[in-house]
Every structure is written in structure tokens, then in C-alpha cells.
């Protein structure tokens, strides 16, 4: 299985910040790579796929980047809507695993 | 706007089979694939498996040989069986939406997840 982790495992920042996940596989997923948002109770939702697409929908200040085992997720302006647990999953091969998750808080 | 929603019981006893539904609404069971995930308390996301109406299916090994996920087109329906349960699949169960494209598979809709506990 790809093994799939991710960097702070949870980070404390204000409203206005910008904030930064990362996301690293443990070999090469090109590019299949999305983002899941999880606030507390809830189902995941998704944000980012293939990488670097934003659903639509999404605000404009969620953005990913990178391809290959390094991914980031980045907040350009935080939110207090933004407070959640963010997930990285990979569907390069299956089983398509996901990251230990962030906990973003403020 | 697809909708899901699990249904099942929300107990199950030891070496016994989970058995959940998801009933999807506003579009229909043939044109896309179907998942499901977990979610232990507490703790992160756990791919399940997915299937197509076609009858492809695709497990993660670490429960392939306890799980069996269904499609059901008369009822718009898909259907997730786990046999012989422990404590350690007490979790929230989400169904979702997968979309293929292009070899990307993207879970662009969930249900609200079920809770299923494994208990005497």
C-alpha cells in the first residue's frame, strides 16, 4: 500500500493567516492526489482533486499544489468557517489510502 | 445535487455481518462508481472498496476477504456486507460518490456516515 502522511499533524493559527498543509506519499502518485476538508460531526467534504484543481464551489482561497510525493494545501486567508481536520488521499493505486489528517484550530 | 443516505443497524455482535445501504438520489446508480469508507472514532479515514453497476469491484486487502460491495439499479441502491466483525470495525461508515476520470478517482459527495458499533 502507498502510505500517505502528513505535516503539522495539527496547527493553531488566527483568523487572517495564511496556512500551509503538506502531504507526502511514499512513492510517486503523479498527480492523483485530492484534499478532503472534515469539520466535527460531519462528512468529509471534498476540495481539491487531481492535485491542483479546486472544486467548484470551493472559495478561491483553498489552493493545492505539487505532483509526484510532495503535495501542499494551503489556506490563503483563514477563515473561522476553515476550522477542521484536513485529509490528503491518494488514488494512484488502490487501496486509495488517505493521510493521518491535520487538525487545523484556532 | 446527488444525495446519500446509510442505512443499517447501528449494533452488530461479534462474528456476525455488518450490512449497510446507501439509497442515492437525484442521479442514477449507473453513471458513476460507488464507495465506501470508514471512520473508527476518533480516528482517520479508511478506504473500504468501491463498485460499479457492472458488477466491478475493488476491496482493500486488508478486509478483501470479509467484504462485498453491491449495486442495485431497480432500487438506486448500493449495499456493503462486512462478515465475521470485531470490535476493530466499530466505526462511522460513509458511502460516496466516485467519479472516473481520466484514471482519477474523486469522492465528490458523501452520505452523513452511520454509526456502527460491534458489541455483545
Known amino acids: 500500500d502507498i502510505q500517505m502522511t502528513q505535516s503539522p499533524s495539527s496547527l493553531s493559527a488566527s483568523v487572517g493567516d495564511r496556512v500551509t498543509i503538506t502531504c507526502r506519499a511514499s512513492?510517486?502518485?503523479?498527480?492523483?492526489l485530492s484534499w478532503y476538508q472534515q469539520t466535527p460531526g460531519k462528512a468529509p467534504k471534498l476540495l481539491i482533486y487531481?492535485?491542483?484543481s479546486l472544486l467548484s464551489g470551493v472559495p478561491s482561497r483553498f489552493s493545492g499544489t505539487g505532483s509526484g510525493t510532495d503535495f501542499s494545501l494551503s489556506i490563503s486567508s483563514l477563515h473561522p468557517d476553515d476550522r477542521a481536520t484536513y485529509y490528503c488521499?491518494?488514488?494512484?493505486?488502490?487501496?486509495?489510502?488517505f493521510g493521518p489528517g491535520t487538525r487545523v484550530d484556532f | 445535487q446527488v444525495q446519500l443516505q446509510e442505512s443499517g443497524p447501528g449494533l452488530v455482535k461479534p462474528s456476525e455481518t455488518l450490512s449497510l445501504t446507501c439509497t442515492v438520489s437525484r442521479s442514477s446508480i449507473t453513471s458513476f462508481f460507488w464507495g465506501w469508507i470508514r471512520q473508527p472514532p476518533g480516528k482517520g479515514l479508511e478506504w473500504v472498496g468501491h463498485?460499479?453497476?457492472?458488477?466491478?469491484?475493488s476491496y482493500n486487502p486488508s478486509l478483501k476477504s470479509r467484504v462485498t460491495i453491491s449495486i442495485d439499479t431497480s432500487k438506486n441502491q448500493t449495499s456493503l456486507q462486512l462478515t465475521s466483525v470485531t470490535a476493530a470495525d466499530t466505526a462511522v461508515y460513509y458511502c460516496?460518490?466516485?467519479?472516473?476520470?481520466?484514471?482519477?478517482?474523486?469522492?465528490?459527495?458523501w452520505g452523513q456516515g452511520i454509526l456502527v458499533t460491534v458489541s455483545s
Open positions: 463498485g460499479f453497476y457492472s458488477g466491478t469491484t
Open positions: 487531481a492535485a491542483t
Open positions: 460516496a460518490k466516485v467519479i472516473k476520470s481520466a484514471s482519477y478517482y474523486i469522492l465528490d459527495s
Open positions: 488521499q491518494q488514488s494512484f493505486n488502490s487501496p486509495f489510502t
Open positions: 512513492q510517486s502518485i503523479s498527480t492523483y
